[in-house]
């Protein structure tokens, strides 16, 4: 069965410094990935994914995210966090199934 | 990005009616919508695959008479909450993946918030 874990509930950074969030995730085969953020009572806007190739990927807003197969790890990051970055993150990821299966997300708070 | 319109946004409803939740591509074809639900604080749980001109595929522990899903089009899939309770309230979204695109993302509707009384 595949899927994902988000450590944190909340990560809490101040603005202009480096923020990462955490994913991990269980599948077999080889995985795709995603990071999809959410704002208050809105669907989710995709960021990026995995899927082949460079283990680091670069999505939307300045995120990115660094595929690391042997520590089965997905982390976003981004080098300076704004306060619009506040926000639901999720974790995802595909397996041999097509479905998309979410982790349970993180609440990334940047403080002015 | 591909658009996904999800209607409406919002509905309140009495116990024991049903409500209906639309979903549509507005600029590309989807042979697959998927529909989810969230709590509140919570992560969102896949309950059903909406494939066009088929039957659905449920996931476990979701009541297929309850949630009736129909794709009857390659831009359309409908969501019907039949007999609500207020245990029904919930965020329903759904998303949908071009076709043929078994790679690439999902595109999300902005969600439909159902409060039962």
């Known amino acids: 069965a595949q899927s994902v874990a988000q450590p944190e509930d909340q990560v809490n950074v101040a603005e202009g410094n480096p923020l990462t969030v955490k994913c991990t995730y269980s599948?077999?085969?080889?995985?795709?990935l995603f990071w999809y953020v959410q704002y208050p009572n809105r669907g989710l806007q995709f960021l990026l994914k995995y899927i082949t190739g460079d283990n680091l990927v670069k999505g939307s807003y300045g995120f990115e995210a660094e595929f690391n197969k042997s520590q089965t790890s997905f982390h976003l990051k981004k080098p300076s966090a704004l306060v619009s970055d506040s926000a639901l993150y999720f974790c995802a990821v595909q397996g041999a199934t097509n479905k998309l299966i979410f982790g349970t997300g993180t609440l990334l708070a940047v403080q002015p | 990005g591909a658009v996904v319109s999800q209607h409406p946004s919002r509905v309140i409803c009495k116990s024991g009616t049903s409500v209906k939740i639309e979903c549509r591509s507005l600029d590309f074809q989807a042979t697959t919508m998927f529909w989810y639900r969230q709590f509140p604080k919570q992560s969102l749980m896949l309950m059903a695959t909406s494939n066009e001109g088929s039957k659905a595929t449920y996931e476990q522990g979701v009541e297929k008479d309850k949630f009736l899903i129909n794709h009857a089009s390659l831009t359309l899939s409908t969501l019907t909450v039949t007999s609500a309770h207020p245990e029904d309230s919930s965020f329903y979204i759904c998303s949908a993946r071009t076709t043929g695109a078994n790679t690439g993302e999902l595109f999300f509707g902005e969600g439909s918030r159902l409060t039962v009384l």
């Open positions: 599948v077999s085969g080889n995985p795709y």
